[in-house]
């Protein structure tokens, strides 16, 4: 890994030069915007790490400037403010300065970078005419959610905002989580019954879903479904602390198929000809089109900015060999879940690895409720 230290006048990162340099990395250390400018245009790096403020430049909106560019560069911002809506940041680490946090962090998501960076993803994404749009409402919430004084007045204001979207995070609300009695008829009667997290999981359903391509033999609302039933049972397998996280990766293992699938009709037609119904058909994927939905969808989230450990877990749903690397956590949850929704047998190796024979049954009944 390549990595870039954008730094101000103040050395803000020379701590983090210091410790980079003892583990010899291969990096360079630049301080101001137009060096910065320079060394991105003659070199090639995978990782840019800035200081919060850079010649009266805040970071973040550096980090705009560098993803429209050079969208495949991991973004990692040195910023107090971790609050602040940081779109176009993967990682933000505070002063003072976890130097070792930061240089763990780097090695453990280099191979899952270079796997989702690959010309032939990069190509990929780039030549679609329409996008789904990253969702810009969860993002507001995800970064207000982080204040200490956020109530639930702030996060129904931010939501009434598009009122597109509040009749369609209404309608997901009392779909998905109906529960006989009076329906929601307001953005403050879903956070009462459904709680924060879920709702925010909602949010993000209702934008990413308002993307509708065109692909014939592939249905939209299924893949809703799917979504939103992985996410619920991924979230009950984790750790309280873990489950909103568990919620959105369950959300968006899928995106990249409403991507990969827009490439080439023709491609997409044989695909479909060829797929076998409640078969992953990854290796189908890869001969048809050069790669996979997961590893498409797992760009797609770089370049939107969500953390290396959501991307990890769409990244991997489809690989439960590499999971067993890992304690049990969001990615683990995440292939388990998708499995059973779909009806299919988990890896046996994953299962004897997390101990899981002896809940495997409940788990199984859990994701037929939910289906």
Same mark, same amino acid.
């Given at each position: 890994?390549?990595?870039?230290?954008?730094?101000?006048?103040?050395?803000?990162?020379?701590?983090?030069?210091?410790?980079?340099?003892?583990?010899?990395?291969?990096?360079? $250390?630049?301080?101001?915007?137009?060096?910065?400018?320079?060394? /991105?245009?003659?070199?090639?790096?995978?990782? &840019? %790490?800035?200081?919060?403020?850079?010649?009266?430049?805040?970071?973040?909106?550096?980090?705009?400037?560098?993803?429209?560019?050079?969208?495949? %560069?991991?973004?990692?911002?040195?910023?107090?403010?971790?609050?602040?809506?940081?779109?176009?940041?993967?990682?933000?680490?505070?002063?003072?300065?976890?130097?070792?946090?930061?240089?763990?962090?780097?090695?453990?998501?280099?191979?899952?970078?270079?796997?989702?960076?690959?010309?032939?993803?990069?190509?990929? +994404?780039?030549?679609?005419?329409? /996008?789904?749009?990253?969702?810009?409402?969860?993002?507001?919430?995800?970064?207000?959610?982080?204040?200490?004084?956020?109530?639930?007045?702030?996060?129904?204001?931010?939501?009434?905002?598009?009122?597109?979207?509040?009749?369609?995070?209404?309608? #997901?609300?009392?779909?998905?989580?109906?529960?006989?009695?009076?329906?929601?008829?307001?953005?403050?009667?879903?956070?009462?019954?459904?709680? %924060?997290?879920?709702?925010?999981? %909602?949010?993000?359903?209702?934008?990413?879903?308002?993307?509708?391509?065109? +692909?014939?033999?592939?249905?939209?609302?299924?893949?809703?479904?799917?979504? /939103?039933?992985?996410?619920?049972?991924?979230?009950?397998?984790?750790?309280?602390?873990?489950?909103?996280?568990?919620?959105?990766?369950?959300?968006?293992?899928? +995106?990249?198929?409403?991507?990969?699938?827009?490439?080439?009709?023709?491609?997409?037609?044989? #695909? #479909?000809?060829?797929?076998?119904?409640?078969?992953?058909?990854?290796?189908?994927?890869?001969?048809?089109?050069?790669?996979?939905?997961?590893? &498409?969808?797992?760009?797609?989230?770089?370049?939107?900015?969500?953390?290396?450990?959501?991307?990890?877990?769409?990244?991997? $749903?489809?690989?439960?060999?590499?999971? /067993?690397?890992?304690?049990?956590?969001?990615?683990?949850?995440?292939?388990?879940?998708?499995?059973?929704?779909?009806?299919?047998?988990?890896?046996?190796?994953?299962?004897?690895?997390?101990?899981?024979?002896?809940?495997?049954?409940?788990?199984?009944?859990?994701?037929?409720?939910?289906?």
């Amino acid at each position: 890994m390549k990595i870039l230290l954008i730094d101000n006048n103040d050395n803000q990162l020379l701590e983090l030069k210091q410790e980079l340099h003892k583990s010899r990395a291969q990096f360079a $250390h630049v301080t101001g915007l137009n060096a910065a400018v320079s060394a /991105l245009s003659q070199h090639q790096f995978n990782v &840019v %790490i800035c200081a919060a403020m850079v010649d009266n430049s805040k970071g973040s909106a550096i980090f705009e400037m560098i993803a429209k560019k050079f969208p495949a %560069i991991v973004r990692i911002l040195i910023d107090s403010n971790e609050q602040q809506e940081q779109s176009a940041v993967h990682y933000c680490f505070a002063k003072p300065l976890a130097c070792q946090t930061i240089i763990k962090t780097i090695t453990q998501l280099s191979n899952n970078n270079q796997a989702i960076t690959k010309d032939i993803i990069v190509k990929t +994404i780039a030549n679609i005419k329409v /996008l789904p749009s990253p969702p810009k409402v969860y993002m507001q919430l995800n970064a207000i959610l982080k204040a200490s004084n956020t109530d639930s007045q702030k996060i129904a204001q931010i939501i009434q905002q598009d009122p597109a979207l509040t009749a369609k995070v209404l309608q #997901f609300s009392n779909n998905t989580f109906a529960t006989g009695t009076k329906p929601m008829m307001n953005i403050s009667d879903a956070i009462t019954k459904m709680g %924060i997290d879920t709702l925010c999981c %909602i949010v993000m359903t209702a934008e990413l879903f308002s993307y509708k391509p065109d +692909i014939k033999n592939f249905s939209i609302l299924d893949e809703q479904l799917h979504s /939103l039933a992985t996410a619920k049972l991924a979230a009950s397998m984790v750790k309280q602390e873990l489950k909103q996280d568990a919620m959105i990766a369950g959300l968006l293992h899928d +995106i990249g198929k409403v991507v990969l699938y827009e490439v080439n009709e023709k491609s997409t037609a044989l #695909f #479909f000809m060829h797929r076998i119904n409640d078969d992953d058909n990854i290796a189908l994927e890869n001969k048809i089109f050069a790669s996979d939905h997961s590893h &498409v969808g797992g760009y797609l989230l770089h370049t939107w900015g969500f953390s290396y450990q959501i991307i990890e877990a769409v990244v991997l $749903h489809h690989q439960p060999e590499k999971l /067993l690397l890992k304690s049990f956590g969001i990615a683990q949850a995440v292939y388990l879940a998708n499995i059973l929704v779909r009806k299919q047998t988990p890896n046996e190796a994953f299962i004897e690895h997390y101990k899981l024979s002896g809940v495997i049954d409940a788990l199984t009944r859990r994701a037929e409720k939910l289906m």
